[in-house]
């Protein structure tokens, strides 16, 4: 079949959106480093519709750090892919032609550098995940003892780790007169543009005086933004059946479409060096500060999916979307999102409700294909500081905490290890040594709601030292966790979105 490229982009169905600027006059003034499916099923495609809304001089040169595949694979297509939008199996498409040209760092050293020291070079993102900073959190700064670390900070002319390799850059950019590029970190990390900037910073102090350049890291931080961002949308892994489904859609072949959510967000710090697209028109967000958003996604969006992955677990279905299916967890989803709005800081311009109504929708999304199996690990990370937290601050100002109760309670079945279908519930969690020892000083898996709300509400890691004391907060957990052990779930739910309900108090 003829392959997707610039000379057959005419052949595309007029159905579908495709680049409607000349892609040959392109310059290109992004790097990317990190050219996975999220990058192209993200800042690619708000890149893509900047430059489709009449801002088209935005080229991305899209990098791969170790794996060339993708370069395989879009080179033949002059850059061109699509990208597919799964709403619960209603599927949309359109063609993105934002990525100019690719290049993989493993292979392409030199070449990437050129661009990187191009005078055309405005900003450079990142999405090189966790490791490829090369963060200590323990120590704030740069681990130098990662052994790639460490190779470049010997060599730092011949640095090969992203890190590594911006940090020559900058020297270079400096040494000849050129003007700063933004960084701007899109990894899903807090504080992300401070991580990269610390790292940065430290790797500079190391390598500034073999460079017999000493006023380098000042340069930098008087010179470089580092503006965090917040970014979030789920991407499918590709299939086979994906990329004939394409074909048919297309009636061209592409070799490496994406497949996305319908959910995309991009908050970004408006702190840039040089110019930028206009993002802001393609639904980003320029803000002064990203924290108050992580905050929401952490309240909202984390927690959410913390509850209905428990709630859904012991219930005994496989899938989140299974059980939004189910109206009564779906409206107490709803208004355990209502609660959190309630504890986040007032923001001019930024409607927490609709931002509500599409996480509901997400967790709804049958397409994601997002398992309660998988979104129950590592529970506790997320329920000291999205559940707790919140629950906390609702009863100092002496509102309700039914919601953020009913999800420890839930939370606290699940770790009895067995469905209200008699299946085994599997744990995965950093904490997993205590929580099986309070388990067993509970009684086990047949331990009474009292016992093992009081055993594990005693473990400081989640639940401090003072909380576990206020008598209300324990009173409503183990309220809620006796209803679980009684009505079940489905029972549950609907008892408290329907409090007219409840014959007889359920409370120890």
């Known amino acids: 079949m003829t392959q997707l490229s610039n000379a057959t982009l005419g052949l595309v169905p007029a159905g579908i959106a495709k680049p409607s600027y000349d892609r040959s006059a392109v310059p290109t003034r992004i790097v990317h480093m ?32 170790h794996n060339p595949a993708i370069n395989h694979a879009l080179v033949p297509q002059d850059g061109l892919y699509t990208s597919i939008v799964d709403d619960n199996g209603n599927r949309s498409a359109r063609i993105i032609g934002s990525l100019t040209r690719l290049a993989c760092l493993a292979d392409a050293r030199h070449e990437v550098i050129d661009a990187l020291c191009s005078e055309q070079t405005e900003i450079v993102t990142l999405t090189i995940t966790e490791r490829g900073y090369g963060y200590s959190a323990l120590h704030d700064g740069l681990d130098d003892s990662l052994p790639h670390i460490q190779l ?74 580092c503006p965090c961002s917040l970014v979030d949308r789920a991407v499918l892994a590709c299939t086979a059946a994906d990329i004939a489904a394409t074909e048919s859609l297309l009636g061209l072949h592409d070799a490496a479409p994406v497949v996305a959510e319908p959910f995309s967000q991009w908050i970004i710090q408006d702190w840039f060096s040089a110019g930028r697209p206009k993002w802001e028109n393609t639904g980003a967000m320029l803000v002064p500060h990203v924290a108050p958003f992580e905050k929401a996604q952490e309240v909202m969006l984390d927690a959410g999916r913390f509850a209905l992955a428990h709630l859904a677990a ?34 001019q311009g930024y409607d927490w409700d609709a931002y509500k109504q599409e996480l509901l929708g997400r967790f709804a999304n049958s397409a994601l294909q997002a398992s309660t199996a998988q979104s129950t690990i590592d529970g506790t990370t997320i329920l000291a500081s999205g559940i707790v937290a919140p629950a906390q601050l609702r009863l100092a100002r002496g509102l309700s905490i039914e919601h953020h109760a009913t999800a420890i309670a839930a939370w606290m079945r699940f770790l009895t290890g067995r469905s209200e279908r008699q299946e085994e519930l599997l744990l995965s969690d950093p904490l997993q040594a205590e929580l099986a020892r309070a388990m067993e000083a509970a009684g086990g898996r047949d331990a009474s709601a009292f016992d093992l709300a009081e055993a594990l509400l005693n473990i400081p890691a989640i639940f401090g030292t003072e909380l576990p004391n ?39």
């Open 34 to 65: 990190g050219a996975g499916s999220f990058h192209r099923s993200h800042q690619a495609v708000y890149t893509d519709e900047a430059m489709q809304q009449g801002d088209p001089n935005w080229g991305i040169l899209a990098v791969s750090v």
């Open 152 to 225: 470049d900070l010997n060599a730092p002319q011949s640095a090969r780790s992203p890190i590594g390799v911006l940090a020559w850059a900058i020297y270079q950019r400096k040494l000849h007169g050129l003007p700063p590029f933004t960084l701007l970190s899109c990894d899903h990390l807090p504080a992300n543009g401070k991580i990269l900037q610390r790292v940065l910073e430290h790797y500079i102090e190391r390598v500034q005086d073999d460079l017999n350049d000493p006023g380098l890291l000042q340069y930098f931080l008087d010179q470089y933004a």
């Open 314 to 347: 012991v219930a005994g279905y496989k899938t989140l979307a299974q059980a939004m299916a189910e109206p009564e967890i779906a409206r107490y989803m709803a208004g355990l999102l209502n609660d959190a709005i309630v504890t986040l800081p007032k923001h």
């Open 470 to 508: 206020d008598l209300e907060f324990a009173r409503r957990v183990t309220a809620a966790l006796q209803d679980l052990m009684s009505l079940r779930v489905l029972g549950t739910v609907t008892v408290l979105n329907n409090p007219e309900l409840r014959t007889a108090p359920t409370d120890p």
